[in-house]
């Protein structure tokens, strides 16, 4: 991780621990669960919203006002909204992924879950996501959450990653490795 990246990543870990307790205090987990995939859900969706949370030039009020009126909108957690108008007065917004990330990582943790990055060639069929699923329970010991994307160039097979393990299977992996061996060869 770079250090702009690992200095976001602090600052969004302190905001998403006490947000998390709070929360969990007020027995809302399900309300901020709820407001982080919203908030994630409108980040990628609108470069406006992405624009207000870097943007230098929008003062702390203004920027303060923008992401409580839009949290506000949006029925997000009551905690969630206060800590924004925060992190905007402190001019720590541009924090905001990382802050989503973070909270998801707390809250899956709590629930006793975890998040499998699935990359294939091909969408993967319900049926398919269901049973990588359960079988990378049986592995990991907890629920599995399957974040599934595509990227053609796998040719086939998949890439899996789960925390800090990952499993590829795939044939342009194998087709790179069988390269490198006639590389060594001849």
Do not use: C, H, W
Not at 14 to 31: C, P, Q, V
Not at 132 to 143: F, S
Request: proline letters at 2%; charged letters at 25%; aromatic letters at 2%.
């Amino acid at each position: 991780m770079s250090e702009p990246a690992s200095i976001s990543g602090g600052i969004a870990e302190r905001y998403a621990t006490a947000i998390f307790d709070i929360a969990k205090e007020n027995d809302n987990l399900s309300g901020l669960e709820s407001s982080v995939n919203d908030l994630t859900a409108a980040l990628d969706d609108s470069s406006d919203l992405r624009d207000l949370i870097s943007s230098p030039v929008v003062s702390r009020a203004d920027q303060g006002a923008a992401i409580t009126a839009i949290a506000k909108k949006m029925g997000v957690a009551p905690v969630m909204r206060k800590s924004l108008g925060l992190m905007a007065e402190k001019r720590r917004l541009f924090v905001l992924p990382y802050l989503l990330r973070a909270l998801r990582d707390l809250i899956a943790e709590e629930r006793d879950e975890v998040t499998a990055e699935v990359t294939s060639a091909k969408a993967l069929t319900k049926t398919q996501a269901d049973k990588l699923a359960k079988t990378l329970a049986e592995r990991v010991g907890k629920t599995v959450n399957i974040n599934a994307t595509v990227d053609e160039s796998l040719i086939g097979g998949l890439v899996v990653k789960v925390g800090s393990k990952m499993i590829d299977t795939s044939i342009r992996s194998k087709l790179n490795s069988l390269q490198n061996a006639m590389k060594e060869v001849g």
